[in-house]
């Protein structure tokens, strides 16, 4: 890409790092639409990302679909809104199995199930530089970031996980709103940010959109 595009953000982070950063975003709904996006506008080239939905009506309001792609493959649709927005072709792919992982790893599923199954091929992975897990509920997010050959950040991390049926659940109309998406996909892009230019970041940050509360660890 041509570096004058990127003119008024070089001395914030240097394009090169940006354009040879390799992350992977498993998850395509609210935080993983958004925060492909807003990678790509941020200069990272090679975007690869997973996710096996279709969009439909009910995203509309708080992910990064339009009215036409109802019906359509998430990752399809974001594809072209990149590639229409930036001219970056991101990679798509289905549904995440098993399939080898590298560089930057972001999870933004929406199942704790899921979470689980991913977190068993990126635990002591070390063909992974950084590994960050977003959640959401209604007006609250939290973005817990690692380093997954860290023994004490991988013993951290695992205690915050436990199944689906332990987790809280939400009535339908208070999952999610864009005020919380927008805040969370920003924030795990800063955290990318950071650790392509070295510098440190807190492990744990809480988002409350109900109190305008940021809490770091």
């Given at each position: 890409?041509?570096e004058?595009?990127?003119h008024?953000?070089?001395?914030?982070?240097?394009?090169?790092?940006?354009?040879?950063?390799?992350?992977?975003?498993?998850?395509?709904?609210?935080?993983?639409?958004?925060?492909?996006?807003?990678?790509?506008?941020?200069g990272v080239?090679?975007?690869t990302?997973?996710d096996d939905?279709?969009?439909?009506?009910?995203?509309?309001?708080?992910?990064l679909?339009?009215?036409?792609d109802?019906?359509?493959?998430?990752?399809?649709?974001?594809?072209?809104?990149?590639?229409e927005?930036?001219g970056?072709?991101?990679?798509?792919?289905?549904?995440?199995i098993?399939?080898?992982?590298?560089?930057?790893?972001i999870?933004?599923?929406?199942?704790?199930?899921?979470r689980?199954?991913?977190w068993e091929?990126v635990?002591?992975n070390p063909n992974?530089?950084l590994?960050?897990d977003?959640?959401?509920?209604?007006?609250v997010?939290?973005i817990?970031?690692?380093?997954?050959?860290?023994p004490s950040?991988?013993?951290?991390?695992?205690q915050?996980?436990?199944?689906?049926?332990e987790?809280?659940?939400?009535?339908?109309?208070?999952?999610?709103?864009?005020y919380?998406?927008?805040g969370?996909?920003?924030?795990?892009?800063?955290?990318v940010?950071k650790?392509?230019?070295?510098?440190t970041?807190?492990?744990?940050i809480?988002?409350?959109?109900r109190?305008?509360?940021?809490?770091q660890?």
């Amino acid at each position: 890409m041509n570096e004058q595009m990127y003119h008024r953000q070089l001395d914030i982070i240097p394009l090169a790092r940006l354009q040879k950063a390799q992350v992977t975003v498993i998850g395509c709904g609210a935080v993983g639409s958004f925060t492909a996006f807003t990678l790509a506008k941020m200069g990272v080239e090679h975007i690869t990302i997973y996710d096996d939905d279709t969009v439909t009506e009910h995203n509309l309001p708080n992910q990064l679909f339009r009215i036409k792609d109802v019906g359509r493959q998430k990752v399809t649709a974001l594809k072209e809104i990149t590639q229409e927005f930036h001219g970056i072709g991101v990679k798509t792919r289905g549904k995440y199995i098993d399939q080898p992982l590298g560089g930057i790893v972001i999870v933004t599923v929406d199942s704790m199930d899921a979470r689980i199954s991913i977190w068993e091929h990126v635990k002591y992975n070390p063909n992974i530089d950084l590994f960050i897990d977003s959640r959401m509920g209604a007006e609250v997010g939290r973005i817990i970031t690692i380093h997954p050959t860290d023994p004490s950040g991988v013993n951290a991390y695992e205690q915050t996980l436990h199944s689906s049926r332990e987790a809280l659940q939400a009535r339908c109309t208070e999952k999610t709103i864009i005020y919380t998406v927008l805040g969370i996909a920003s924030s795990i892009c800063g955290k990318v940010k950071k650790h392509l230019a070295g510098q440190t970041f807190h492990k744990s940050i809480t988002l409350d959109f109900r109190q305008a509360i940021l809490l770091q660890q």
